[in-house]
């Protein structure tokens, strides 16, 4: 059984919080990160990362309403390059070593991707979240576009809306990055794009969508993460357990 499979994260910007998710040093073998500008490239070479300059990009993943465009950008050059990836968020780390069991698993499907949750109030359950952060000014209107775009692009669950969640992608199906930009192009998806064309891409209804390309091994928002009243973390809770009751988990990823 052939167990390399490259890890691919994403950098670009100079966000605070992006840093501080990024681990001293590399914590996982096959670890390759596709970069955006040369400061972060020297960033991230100076910690031990193995990286990828991106020097071009497409116009339409440039504006902030649809930078995570990027990360698609990363999962086609990652897929010219290599049969089959493993595309992580920062902050979704390795509970334990990647076994033979774990490759396993990849076996359900060519891609796998978790579901998330939002609250059909989108904007006031973010308001709610962020209380006091400067965040919450900051990013007021962007909120109103995810709310705006999650109501188009997911499936009612509850008091709210179930979607694929992006923080940790595996294929095999070396078509999936540019299937997915082309998707996104063609709906002009704005906010969390990548995890709006996902969906699009699955053409399925949320019942289908864990049957076929939920993972056993990460959710899209760790269980200990929903343990607040927040109205987001109440919904998460209900997914969770929805998906539980189909699947049988056996995590090696954690996403905070």
């Not at 109501?151 to 999936?176: H, I, V």
């Amino acid at each position: 059984m052939n167990t390399t499979i490259p890890i691919i994260r994403t950098y670009w910007g100079n966000r605070n919080e992006t840093k501080a998710e990024i681990p001293r040093l590399p914590v996982m073998k096959n670890h390759l990160v596709y970069v955006w500008g040369k400061e972060n490239e020297q960033y991230l070479k100076k910690r031990g990362f193995k990286t990828f300059l991106v020097e071009e990009s497409l116009p339409y993943f440039d504006s902030y309403n649809t930078q995570y465009g990027k990360k698609l950008i990363a999962l086609d050059l990652a897929l010219q390059k290599f049969e089959r990836v493993i595309l992580l968020d920062w902050d979704c780390y390795a509970l334990r070593p990647l076994d033979k069991n774990f490759y396993k698993l990849l076996e359900k499907n060519e891609t796998l991707c978790p579901l998330y949750a939002q609250h059909k109030d989108t904007v006031e359950s973010f308001k709610e979240t962020f209380e006091g952060r400067l965040i919450l000014d900051y990013n007021l209107e962007y909120f109103k576009v995810l709310e705006k775009e999650f109501k188009k692009y997911s499936w009612d669950f509850e008091e709210g809306l179930a979607s694929p969640n992006f923080s940790c992608l595996y294929t095999s199906n070396r078509n999936l990055g540019k299937d997915l930009i082309d998707i996104t192009l063609k709906n002009k998806i704005e906010g969390c794009i990548e995890e709006h064309a996902m969906l699009l891409y699955a053409n399925c209804n949320l019942g289908e969508y864990i049957n076929k390309f939920q993972p056993a091994y990460v959710q899209g928002v760790s269980d200990d993460r929903t343990d607040h009243y927040f109205k987001i973390s109440k919904v998460q809770r209900k997914l969770n357990k929805f998906i539980n009751n189909k699947i049988d988990m056996d995590l090696y990823f954690k996403h905070i």
